[in-house]
């Protein structure tokens, strides 16, 4: 009875273990390439400068293959565009803006990266420097706008070649089917989406060239509450406090010499810029 009992504890733990093992494989285990889980995967961890205007800033991402075994990605192309600026009230094509933000690596708002092979659930950390100059248009110090950059990537795996692309390869009309007319769990219309030569949807990102506010009126203001603050203390030494003598004495002298000072300051840059002004003596009779 105890041998049964110790094997009946063995296969309960067995299985345990198995069920414990399985939840913890990542979700692209299972699934086709193109399921949305695992294109919205391969463009990730992106980081995005906020860059001032004749500076440079890096954009980052991975590039990652979410897929397990051998599935491995071959040949692969991803081209990074920057392909429009936003503001608040009008959105440009960056073809049409000159001095637009550029990729370093191709002088152009368009930057190739190409790999030989990516592995299975591995991922290639990509950095593209941009550079922009003081009469790139950006955003103000009381209004936002931002410049979109959009992805297109093309790979093989497993004898199949696959297209992905992200929101700026689609005209508004086109992005309108894909989301509203006969879109799958997923959210998207994945026939039209294949008509269209595409075989998944990947993440756009966007970046931000703007003018900070300067920090001398922040000092400035901080300077004048210190200020009034002193002012305000001394002040009320001088009338109330009877304990620290010597304290008041140099506080009544300082305020004293300003206002002294203050009154010289009137008098020779006010009306009569120095010059003493005479009556006329009234006529003798």
Do not use: C
């Not at 994945?190 to 008509?195: A, G, P, W």
């Not at 400035?220 to 003598?245: Q, R």
């Amino acid at each position: 009875m105890g041998s049964l009992m110790n094997t009946v504890k063995a296969i309960v733990i067995f299985i345990l273990i198995i069920m414990i093992n399985l939840s913890a494989l990542p979700a692209s285990v299972t699934g086709d390439v193109t399921d949305a889980g695992n294109v919205n995967k391969m463009i990730r961890d992106i980081r995005t400068p906020i860059i001032t205007p004749g500076e440079n800033g890096a954009l980052e991402f991975q590039l990652f293959n979410p897929m397990m075994g051998n599935s491995t990605m071959g040949n692969i192309t991803l081209i990074v565009s920057i392909y429009l600026y936003k503001t608040t009230e009008q959105a440009i094509s960056t073809a049409d803006i000159q001095n637009a933000p550029k990729f370093v690596e191709s002088g152009s708002t368009n930057a190739m990266i190409q790999l030989d092979t990516l592995k299975a659930n591995t991922s290639e950390i990509i950095s593209l420097d941009i550079s922009t100059i003081d009469d790139t248009p950006h955003g103000g110090y009381f209004y936002q706008s931002s410049y979109f950059v959009s992805f297109l990537l093309e790979f093989n795996m497993n004898n199949d070649s696959y297209v992905m692309a992200s929101r700026g390869h689609f005209s508004d009309e086109e992005w309108f089917i894909l989301i509203n007319n006969e879109a799958d769990d997923s959210g998207v219309n994945i026939t039209y989406m294949n008509s269209l030569g595409y075989d998944g949807i990947i993440p756009d990102t966007s970046f931000s060239v703007m003018k900070y506010i300067p920090h001398w009126p922040y000092y400035l203001l901080i300077a004048i509450a210190a200020f009034i603050g002193a002012a305000a203390l001394s002040l009320y030494i001088i009338e109330s406090d009877t304990k620290h003598v010597k304290l008041k004495k140099g506080l009544q002298k300082m305020w004293g010499k300003f206002y002294q000072f203050r009154k010289l300051a009137k008098y020779r840059f006010g009306r009569n810029r120095g010059k003493v002004h005479i009556p006329p003596r009234d006529k003798e009779s």
